[in-house]
């Protein structure tokens, strides 16, 4: 800061070419209230603007909550804040939206984002734990009219290589929702045998080619060579695949299955870092004692595994009688969503309603 008081001028990023590549350098999408032409256009083309989150089925998930002014809600997993500034929209200034994000990077992010659009603290509270203490949040402010998780990873984490979440940039392999807890990808990687990774990535993300991808992880610990970021992990994960027998290829092509053993191995990675199916298990079974009776619950999931727990634990609690109604079927987003989201296309929505 200059001796005047005033903000010393900072020079916008770098960058080759007529268009900015990297995610640092994307200052514009990174700023969409004072660039929204530039965010428009971004997502006119299909793609999320570097920095945000497009919320999911938005409207599919108000029709189900039904939510009216004077009610108490909960939105397990903030993130970015798109579904719950939807949300606190329909309280009209009435009622209370609370929502906790184990995030501590982006929920101070939010906040300010929440609070900007008008939803200040008298309106919406944002809580930094991790949903699976659904059960203390409860006991404080619940319980809940409303509640909804959406366990999709937000796009913020993807999109910055210096989290660690995604193979398509290289960064620290970390993989942690809050890198101050906890062990990193990294560090995992070095507790386990051949074996055990080969049973985290089936059961995972059901891949197909488990035992090869773990049989080069392995090999590459064992001879001291680091595996220390997204680069090298993906090395070894192409390496793998290159090395299979052309009849052992599920995909369309080498490269696309290069591509899709990617996604699937940082998936059950981040999945088993941060004990996802561990905390969704912990999540629903205190689930309905976080609901009024009456109240309302809609989960998404991204995958097979979270939407079978999801699925089995609303057929039990209807069983015992903690549920009035489940969804019979999922939904799924608009083949207008995801083309205007691509990361929509993975979602499953599944509702349930407490027993009055």
Sequence with gaps: MNTDGKEKHKRRPRYKGTHPRHFHEKYKEQNPEKYKDTIEKVIRKGSTPAGMHLPIMVDEILDFLQIVPGQKGLDCTLGYGGHSSRMAEKLQGSGHLYATDADPIEIQKTRGRMKGKGFNEQIFTAIN??????????????????????????????????????????????????PDQGESAAERLKTLSRDEIAFMLAENSDEPYADEIAARISKALKKKIPIETTSALRQLIEEAVESLPEHRILENSRKDAVKKACTRTFQALRIDVNSEMEVLYEFLSKLPEALAPGGRAAILTFHSGEDRMVKKMFRSGKKEGLYAEISKDVTRASAEECFRNPRSRGAKLRWAIRQS
């Design 129 to 178: 734990t991790n949903f699976r203490n659904i059960d203390r949040v409860a006991a404080e402010f619940g319980p809940f009219d409303f509640i909804l998780a959406d366990l999709g990873v937000s796009s913020m984490q993807i999109d910055n290589p210096d989290r660690g979440f995604s193979y398509k940039a290289d960064g620290p392999l970390d993989l942690r929702f809050n």
